[in-house]
């Protein structure tokens, strides 16, 4: 199901024909997920490594947390991290397709501009100001953006996300990955309600990150924790790429790798 894609990756083109894996390093110290941390620089090296050797074509760097209920860190501090896991990533796996995690226009052109990050993946700030000031930064930079949405029902989510898309391709902006934000301004039962009904999403033409990898959606549901919300995370990430997902942002890169390669040999089947 999924739709013959393309990204412009600094001139490159990458293809989405096939879903993509993309691997969370989180610079931080307080993500949810203990496991994808990684602060120091043999962390960074050796996760951004792991990403890579497993299969990852993305590694999606993050220096803010997220997280419900986290307080996040200054503008400086983010790109205090951002500086020396990017540099670090960027020595040790100079081949990778970096992603950068952040809703701040200014730390996006400085991993650019500085840094070399290939993408921007944006969460989304809560100010309406400063989520037009990313939108007018991406279009000016040249880069791929993932754009988020935290509606709570699809008709919002479609909604908010085609008028967002307007605004971009009026700025002149072409390369937009749409993430229907699982997790964030959703209850527990609108998460799977737009996961139900995630390939309505295609009518905008766009390929579809999902990124529920071990989210309370999961191990809430399973009366577990995030450490053992694997098996939960893979049936979801199955059901994802049958409704047409292009992109998958996991913690387990392996076994998301695998979910593709067994979800393509089952829609190959005659």
């Given amino acids: 199901m999924t739709m013959n894609y393309t990204l412009n990756i600094r001139g490159r083109l990458m293809s989405l024909s096939e879903p993509r894996v993309m691997g969370i390093l989180n610079a931080t110290p307080d993500s949810f997920f203990a496991q994808s941390r990684a602060q120091t620089e043999q962390q960074i090296a050796l996760r951004a490594r792991q990403i890579v050797d497993e299969g990852g074509a993305f590694i999606d760097v993050g ?11 200054g503008e400086q501090e983010e790109m205090e991290r951002l500086r020396l896991a990017l540099t670090i990533v960027r020595r040790e796996q ?23 990050a290939d993408i921007i993946n944006d969460v989304g700030s809560p100010d309406e100001q400063q989520r037009k000031d990313m939108h007018r930064m991406v279009a000016r930079l040249g880069v791929p953006y993932i754009l988020m949405a935290a509606q709570p029902t699809l008709r919002q ?13 009026n700025m002149g902006h072409k390369d937009i990955i749409i993430d229907p934000g699982f997790g964030f ?51 979801l990430h199955a059901v994802a790429l049958m409704k047409g997902a292009s992109v998958l942002r996991v913690h387990d890169v392996r076994e998301a790798v695998e979910c593709c390669r067994l979800t393509k040999q089952l829609s190959a089947v005659t």
Avoid at 63 to 73: E, F, N, Q
Avoid at 195 to 216: F, I, T
């Fill in 63 to 73: 220096a803010c947390s997220t997280r419900p209920g986290s307080t996040p860190v």
């Fill in 185 to 235: 301004g959703k209850t527990m039962e609108q998460n799977y309600a737009l996961l139900n009904q995630l390939e309505k999403l295609q009518v905008l033409q766009l390929p579809v990150l999902v990124g529920v990898s071990r989210k309370s959606m999961i191990w809430r549901l399973l009366d577990t924790t995030p450490e053992q919300a694997l098996n939960g995370t893979t049936a």
């Fill in 157 to 169: 989510t479609l909604l908010a996300l085609a008028d967002e898309v307007q605004q971009l391709r």
């Fill in 94 to 116: 100079p081949q990778a397709v970096v992603s950068v995690d952040t809703f701040r226009p200014a730390v996006a052109r400085m991993a650019v501009e500085e840094l070399g």
